[in-house]
């Protein structure tokens, strides 16, 4: 291939990106090709938009420019909230401070976490799994410009008709263009845990 793309996990939770970049040092060293690797700043839900984006441009025979500037703005502008039943595998793999980790836990709070900058963030604090699934319906909406414009996905770990409860709720509130459910897979599914919802607009 000529032109090459590469879109990895938020450069912030994992080596991925660098390794990437690496590997593109590598490859140009043997001969002239166009490679762009992009640091989605996200995972799961986010890293899906991306490649959506990313074939929408290429559907579009955009230029190889063009493609990057394209997607890299999309990315600054993409919002990702999850919620989880469990954190256990992200403070054993450092992802998250155990600071945040004792708020999560404490006083069975369930806490709906965002994104920001590729990191994760505690957005609010409530008690218990329901009202923290209703927050993270009215984060989406506060946080939601334009969505007749966006797609929005959710993607869950082994809890499907969660999923498709969120789904309702989101469509109730919120004109997104459209909402996809997927299944988390690979190291996604690790991190999010079983029940685990993220988000992506």
Excluded: W
């Excluded at 441009?57 to 909230?81: G, H, P, W």
């Excluded at 007749?148 to 008709?161: A, S």
């Amino acid at each position: 291939a000529k032109e090459i793309f590469c879109l990895t996990l938020s450069s912030k939770l994992s080596a991925t990106y660098s390794n990437a970049c690496l590997a593109k040092t590598m490859v140009l060293e043997k001969g002239e090709r166009l490679i762009h690797v992009f640091d989605t700043k996200s995972a799961a839900a986010g890293e899906t938009l991306v490649a959506l984006k990313l074939q929408e441009c290429i559907d579009k025979k955009m230029a190889f420019q063009e493609i990057v500037d394209n997607v890299t703005k999309y990315i600054s502008e993409m919002k990702l909230f999850f919620v989880l039943e469990s954190f256990d595998n992200l403070i054993k793999n450092g992802r998250i401070s155990k600071i945040k980790a004792m708020i999560a836990s404490a006083f069975s709070i369930k806490p709906v976490m965002h994104a920001v900058d590729g990191e994760i963030e505690i957005y609010k604090k409530v008690r218990g799994l329901k009202k923290a699934f209703n927050e993270l319906v009215d984060a989406i909406a506060e946080n939601s410009t334009n969505s007749e414009e966006k797609t929005l996905i959710i993607t869950h770990c082994n809890c499907l008709e969660r999923a498709k409860e969120l789904k309702e709720k989101i469509v109730e509130k919120c004109n997104f263009k459209e909402v996809l459910i997927v299944r988390a897979k690979g190291l996604s599914s690790t991190y999010e845990d079983e029940g685990g919802i993220i988000i992506g607009f």
